[in-house]
């Protein structure tokens, strides 16, 4: 008797620890991105006077050349501040998808990538569990980034929005190699680049087969590369 007291008061004490483990990882989460956020918004606030400045100049110059350059690189920084935001707001709920979500969005911006996101439905309203979900983003936004921060314009757009019955993620990236198969690179090993196992679209087609309420189709025009996963 004392032995199965023990034992259970040991089961419970662990599963306390990993329980307040998750916790506190949620709540690093949360604080790091967080901070990213306010960072980013100070720098920009902080800031403000100075662009204000420069466009007046341009402005009272009349010199709509560069005036349009410096928008230019201005824009970047607003998206980044705006994308940031939009990871904490609409994401915070599902840390497994915000976690996938912000580290390839650090990764993207290694690669000079421009990766946006809009989320037009409840993620924790998803119809598929989150350890097969998670893998088959992680894998089709680690093709995207690749194969984006190739091309002259390195752009990753992932959309999260309902159609009638449906869940849909779809992830596009442009992309250089126009000749490939919508079916070959499904195929284990098949790859476009030098030195990659080709084992991840495979991979998701066999995740694909063990859940039947999941589905994926491939679209490619001479701009975009796009992955529209559907959960029915």
């Not at 790091?32 to 902080?46: A, G, P, Q, V, W």
């Not at 420069?54 to 994308?83: F, M, R, S, W």
Request: aromatic share 10%; hydrophobic share 40%.
């Amino acid at each position: 008797m004392m032995k199965i007291i023990l034992f259970t008061s040991s089961m419970l004490m662990i599963i306390a620890i990993i329980f307040l483990k998750l916790i506190n990882n949620k709540q690093k989460l949360e604080i790091k991105n967080l901070t990213c956020i306010c960072d980013s918004t100070k720098t920009f606030r902080h800031d403000f006077n100075n662009i204000m400045q420069a466009i007046g100049g341009y402005i009272q110059t009349n010199n709509i050349y560069d005036l349009k350059k410096y928008y230019n690189h201005l824009i970047p920084e607003c998206l980044k501040v705006n994308n940031l935001y939009r990871f904490h707001s609409k994401l915070i709920g599902n840390p497994a998808i915000y976690s996938i979500i912000s580290n390839k969005y650090n990764l993207a911006e290694q690669y000079n990538v421009k990766m946006s996101l809009n989320i037009l439905l409840d993620l924790n309203s998803l119809k598929s569990n989150t350890y097969t979900l998670t893998r088959i983003l992680g894998i089709l936004l680690d093709n995207a980034i690749e194969a984006a921060k190739e091309c002259p314009q390195k752009i990753v757009n992932v959309t999260f929005q309902e159609f009638g019955d449906k869940q849909l993620l779809i992830i596009e990236n442009t992309y250089l190699s126009k000749g490939i198969s919508a079916k070959k690179i499904f195929e284990k090993h098949f790859t476009t680049k030098q030195g990659n196992s080709g084992l991840g679209l495979w991979q998701v087609k066999r995740l694909l087969d063990k859940n039947k309420n999941l589905s994926l189709k491939t679209i490619l025009d001479k701009d975009f590369f796009t992955q529209k996963l559907e959960i029915s």
